[in-house]
């Protein structure tokens, strides 16, 4: 399924770590492989949002 990218920086509704991977997948599908400047900075914002959201790794003592 693909989404439509926010054009807000910030939405009111975290979304989880898998529908930022999705949105993430679909401009890389969309884009053809090959980011143009205002693609990169959507990469950049979906990556820092997809980090906010994801899990932290457990760490075994």
Do not use: C, K
């Not at 989404?3 to 999705?22: C, Q």
């Not at 949002?49 to 790794?57: F, I, Q």
């Amino acid at each position: 399924m693909l989404h439509i990218m926010s054009t807000t920086p910030e939405s009111a509704v975290e979304r989880s770590a898998a529908d930022v991977n999705e949105e993430i997948r679909a401009l890389w599908f969309r884009a053809g492989g090959t980011l143009n400047i205002e693609e990169r900075r959507e990469y950049q914002r979906l990556v820092t949002e997809w980090a906010s959201v994801s899990p932290s790794p457990t760490h075994a003592a």
